[in-house]
């Protein structure tokens, strides 16, 4: 850098000795010396700091940024039963980028962009348009004070159940959420608001937010509570959510989870909705278990104008998954590969207890699933999945299901 500028100030200072040479006055020779001055206090001038917002500062958010995130690429085919939901359709399921950046030491940005179905919007073909979506999952501010209390706020996910935080398709092992984490706890969910997390110890994490609540209107029989997420800037009431989390790990290879959410869903009156859950992992060897358990009370659903739910609603999965690729074949390319066999049982019920409307209860609300397949991955951050669908309910003769069997294969990738 020094052997930089006393060249450059040479080759100044040479040129502008021969225009001196040059000059015909005294005039003109002071004002080349005073164009010299101005070009040697130039060349020594510091480059532009991030203050400045030069091209230092551009540097300086470059580096502190990180960009991410996954998607999932499906081929599915829907056997036909009889309520019209056969297909057999190759699906660009979802794409999501992630940008993050360290705003200072303590400050992090986080925000997460998610395109559904290839988007919305722009005509495709006779009129048709994009069926999908486009929204922001996440975008909020970290404040990172101390191990065992940190701030956020912004536009978080809920931090209930097994799946919602986890929802990248290489953290499950089926091609589809478990259909539980889709209508009790309606994945992926995401909200306003603002808490406080932190690290109690090694072995125990906590969260606890605050945050706009669900919209009880929007609650079925056919999809729980999924539709009662409501815009991310509306609250249906002046109450606000409250959401948190407890993680326990009390020894190696276990990991327990309890959380709840509670809010009132009502728009005019009181009908609080609470939501429980429980889940959990264990790994012995090559074998992992996992299971979840979730709960919905709602304490007065006449209030929410929705005549077809009950008081409760419940449902469980376990599942089980054992890893098959022989250790002989993890070199080369695959020294990071993997290959799991597994298989999920899954039930839960959406009219539990009284309902508004007696004449609208139904066995068909009463659901179960068994998925079983198998996942490869080539490598840490992709999965190949190809799994069977086998649903079943308590439906009477000559009632439509709500869901059917169905093979799926799914490409699911984080980077």
């Not at 935080?165 to 259909?179: G, M």
């Not at 006449?302 to 070199?331: F, Q």
């Not at 069997?405 to 980077?415: A, N, P, S």
């Amino acid at each position: 850098m020094k052997k930089s500028f006393v060249l450059m100030a040479a080759v100044t200072i040479l040129g502008s000795m021969a225009s001196m040479a040059r000059a015909a006055t005294v005039e003109e020779l002071q004002q080349q010396v005073d164009e010299l001055r101005n070009q040697v206090k130039a060349i020594k001038a510091p480059a532009p700091s991030a203050e400045s917002g030069g091209d230092g500062y551009a540097k300086k958010v470059w580096d502190n940024t990180r960009f991410g995130g996954y998607g999932e690429l499906d081929y599915i085919v829907t056997r036909e039963n009889g309520n019209g939901k056969g297909s057999n359709a190759f699906d660009p399921h979802r794409f999501v980028l992630y940008v993050n950046s360290d705003l200072s030491d303590w400050i992090t940005l986080n925000t997460e962009l998610e395109w559904e179905h290839g988007g919305v919007g722009g005509d495709v073909k006779d009129g048709k348009k994009l069926s999908g979506e486009v929204l922001v999952e996440q975008a909020f501010l970290q404040f990172k004070l101390s191990r065992p209390l940190n701030l956020k706020a912004g536009i978080m996910l809920v931090p209930l159940g097994a799946t919602n935080l986890y929802h990248e398709p290489t953290n499950f092992n089926s091609s589809e959420r478990p259909q539980l984490d889709r209508y009790l706890i309606p994945s992926t969910w995401s909200e306003m608001g603002a808490g406080i997390y932190g690290s109690l110890g090694t072995k125990v994490d906590y969260e606890l937010l605050v945050m706009n609540g669900l919209d009880g209107a929007g609650f079925s029989a056919k999809d729980g509570v999924r539709g009662g997420r409501q815009n991310l800037n509306a609250d249906v009431n002046r109450n606000k959510a409250v959401a948190g989390r407890l993680e326990v790990r009390p020894f190696t290879n276990l990991y327990t989870n309890f959380s709840f959410y509670t809010a009132n869903s009502a728009k005019v009156g009181t009908a609080y909705t609470t939501i429980a859950a429980f889940d959990g992992k264990y790994s012995i060897g090559d074998l992992d278990l996992a299971g979840e358990y979730v709960h919905v009370y709602q304490d007065d659903p006449r209030a929410l104008g929705v005549t077809d739910i009950g008081h409760n609603m419940s449902g469980y999965w376990v599942e089980g998954a054992y890893h098959v690729l022989p250790k002989s074949l993890k070199k080369g390319k695959l020294s990071e590969a993997d290959a799991l066999i597994f298989a999920r049982y899954s039930e839960f019920d959406t009219q539990q207890g009284s309902i508004g409307d007696p004449s609208k209860a139904s066995g068909k609300y009463d659901r179960n699933y068994t998925n079983f397949g198998i996942v490869f991955k080539p490598t840490t951050t992709l999965s190949v999945k190809a799994d069977y669908q086998v649903y079943d309910d308590h439906r009477k003769a000559g009632e439509k299901a709500l869901d059917n069997d169905k093979f799926q294969v799914t490409l699911g990738f984080v980077f």
